[in-house]
């Protein structure tokens, strides 16, 4: 298993197969079933050690079955799906997170499998692989689990949780909040549908506006409470490809706007967001509908072709992205900001702009626990000339 383990390291692919064949083939003197119940036994118990092992290197059930099939294909997120399902079983599900079963629930990650031949017979039956192969795609992904890097922690992990405590932090936020997101949600709706982009622009803003006028009315209700300081939470959102490092600017811009942070994973195809929870919720609907309008705006603009072939397309569609996201920020910061002026304007003391100053310390203080060797550096993405000023044109009228 560990010289497996250790051919996936190096690359060798040949010791790899070399290692699956000697697992899959009864040697001589053993009985088949004695022989494929040992294996079985040893695969399944590293699997499942390497699974909890994944919990606590901050990843959640949609994380890294999405991981998996990125990394080997859908073959193997399905035994990854099922490899969470089997260690789930260590669990009593009262200290299970709401969040995190609502993931599993997902994912289908059940128990299809009987108790009668073994688990990796009845899977090599129903995926119709032979037996080489069946054990090959455990190894893989046992090695998928065993390496998987450190994201930060989001949510209890399973065996921790205390049941209801999602359930009743929901049921605590007061409904204007939630009417407030309902109404950004409406106006986002009709901005991504317009063909006006006077329209579009007037929503768009328009629901910065309410959002940010809510995350001030939970900030002042939070520090008159005797309950006590909130704390920052996280969030994980998914950045799939194409043009990652455009969209991760995107995603920063909108972030900061909003009091959060934003953490990107790079290769990954994953962010980590911290931030209070009404933020959070305004970055993740803002997010969401500025990408799809940028989407929709860099599909309309057309793909600037020349004699560069493919690769200008992809140069001239990043640039259009990364000049749309530098562009929709400065205009959101107008937004929160006139709904900030508005604040302190109708305060009855001046308490609201070190009520906000807090909430930033508060956050960055949970991205330096989280993440301590944490570095900014330069998305360096390219300045296609073509591309830049149509994303910017396009940012205006977002």
């Not at 079963?101 to 990796?120: F, K, V």
């Not at 893989?140 to 890097?149: K, Q």
């Not at 959060?260 to 994973?265: D, G, I, L």
């Not at 009404?278 to 004699?307: H, I, K, N, P, Y």
Request: hydrophobic share 45%; proline share 4%.
């Amino acid at each position: 298993m560990s010289d497996a383990l250790q051919a996936q390291v190096d690359g060798r692919h040949e010791e790899l197969a070399r290692c699956a064949t000697q697992l899959a083939r009864t040697p001589a003197g053993a009985t088949r079933r004695d022989w494929q119940q040992a294996v079985e036994e040893e695969l399944l118990a590293s699997l499942i050690r390497a699974v909890t092992a994944g919990w606590r290197q901050g990843w959640q059930p949609a994380e890294v079955v999405r991981q998996i099939g990125r990394q080997f294909g859908a073959r193997h997120a399905r035994m990854a799906t099922d490899a969470a399902a089997m260690e789930m079983r260590n669990y009593n599900s009262a200290a299970v997170d709401e969040r995190w079963q609502a993931q599993l629930a997902e994912l289908g990650a059940a128990a299809w499998w009987t108790s009668g031949d073994g688990y990796l017979e009845q899977w090599r039956e129903r995926e119709q692989a032979d037996a080489e192969t069946t054990v090959t795609c455990a190894l893989e992904v046992l090695f998928g689990f065993s390496t998987l890097p450190r994201l930060g922690r989001v949510c209890p992990l399973p065996g921790t949780a205390r049941q209801g405590v999602a359930a009743s932090r929901e049921a605590a936020a007061r409904p204007p909040g939630q009417r407030a997101l309902g109404r950004a949600r409406v106006l986002l709706a009709k901005a991504e549908s317009t063909e006006f982009p006077a329209e579009a622009e007037a929503l768009s803003a328009r629901a910065q506006e309410v959002l940010a006028a809510r995350s001030i009315d939970d900030a002042m209700l939070a520090a008159r409470a005797e309950s006590g300081r909130v704390t920052a939470e996280g969030r994980r959102l998914i950045l799939d490809g194409p043009y990652e490092v455009a969209k991760t600017e995107l995603l920063d811009a909108v972030a900061t706007v909003n009091r959060c942070r934003a953490v990107w994973h790079r290769n990954l195809g994953l962010s980590t967001v911290l931030g209070f929870p009404g933020d959070l919720d305004a970055v993740e609907v803002l997010f969401s509908s500025l990408l799809t309008q940028a989407s929709a705006a860099m599909v309309q603009e057309g793909a600037r072709r020349d004699d560069g072939g493919p690769s200008r397309i992809r140069s001239f569609r990043q640039a259009f992205l990364v000049a749309y996201a530098q562009r929709i920020g400065e205009r959101l910061a107008d937004a929160a900001g006139a709904a900030e002026r508005q604040a302190v304007a109708v305060a009855a003391d001046s308490g609201v702009l070190p009520v906000l100053d807090a909430r930033h310390r508060v956050v960055d203080e949970a991205v330096g626990k989280m993440f301590p060797d944490l570095a900014r550096h330069g998305l360096g993405a390219g300045r296609d000339r073509q591309g830049w000023l149509p994303g910017l044109a396009a940012a205006h009228v977002a």
